[in-house]
């Protein structure tokens, strides 16, 4: 089979997943299709979570997160990821852009992960600091 078929059928199989996916029940999963995003870039961007969740709750950042050869590939500043201090809604956004090198609602990616129960506390962290950023 040639590469233009395979794409071609991959794009189809893709469609048909997406109707056997429960969306309610998978919203983050649905987001990630639909925006494309790479399972490296998934595997970073739940890291970064699970460290945002640490320096949220005041806790000491896991050796599973550091020196990860995960993060180097989108190059970014493990020095500011790894401080001791709250995460802020620009650091997310900034590690957001590296990572996915799209545009898209931070609130939607935020809300798919909450309704998925993926790191909730961080997500109701970032959408509370949206709000207070809209006002």
Request: glycine share 2%; aromatic share 16%; with cysteine.
């Amino acid at each position: 089979m040639d590469v233009v078929k395979e794409v071609k059928l991959l794009k189809y199989q893709m469609s048909l997943m997406k109707h056997m996916i429960n969306a309610e029940e998978h919203p983050f999963f649905m987001f990630a299709i639909d925006h494309e995003f790479e399972e490296n870039q998934v595997k970073a961007f739940l890291k970064i979570l699970g460290v945002f969740s640490c320096r949220i709750k005041g806790e000491e950042i896991f050796k599973w997160y550091q020196n990860d050869q995960l993060f180097s590939q989108f190059n970014l500043s493990l020095d500011k990821l790894y401080a001791s201090e709250p995460p802020t809604l620009e650091e997310l956004k900034m590690y957001v852009t590296k990572i996915f090198y799209q545009e898209f609602e931070l609130e939607y990616l935020l809300c798919s992960l909450k309704k998925q129960f993926i790191q909730t506390e961080v997500c109701d962290f970032f959408l509370k600091c949206l709000k207070t950023d809209l006002k």
